[in-house]
Nanobody, 126 residues
């Protein structure tokens, strides 16, 4: 049984930073995908960043390029999302996701992911 547990969310002012963590259990790291998605109230869940597991190839949404960095620690079976220069529009519930198989790449689409965490809230104020 795969379980994903996020942590690190909180409230910060614009321009601040947060580091989210996703601890995975029951999931074997191979040439598959893990990613971060976010959802604001009344909006669809959108992809933020994805990474090949195990690997270093990452994909980012245009809105976060240059500000967010996804990484992984294979020994700890944990994926991170470093968020810098946060903006009020980054406010959302952030979810960690994992996929059993890649579709020729780790796409920023919810439909290819099989497992989801409970989410952690990120609030950015001006």
């Amino acid at each position: 049984q795969v379980q994903l547990v996020e942590s690190g969310g909180g409230s910060v002012q614009a321009g601040g930073s947060l580091r989210l963590s996703c601890a995975a259990s029951g999931y074997t790291y191979s040439s598959n995908c893990m990613g971060w998605f976010r959802q604001a109230p009344g909006k669809e869940r959108e992809g933020v960043a994805t990474i090949i597991t195990p690997g270093s190839s990452a994909t980012y949404a245009a809105s976060v390029k240059g500000r967010f960095t996804i990484s992984q620690d294979n020994a700890k079976n944990t994926v991170y999302l470093q968020m810098d220069s946060l903006k009020p529009e980054d406010t959302a519930m952030y979810y960690c996701a994992a996929a059993d198989a890649a579709w020729g790449g780790c796409w920023l689409t919810t439909r290819m992911y099989d497992y989801w965490g409970q989410g952690t809230q990120v609030t950015v104020s001006s």
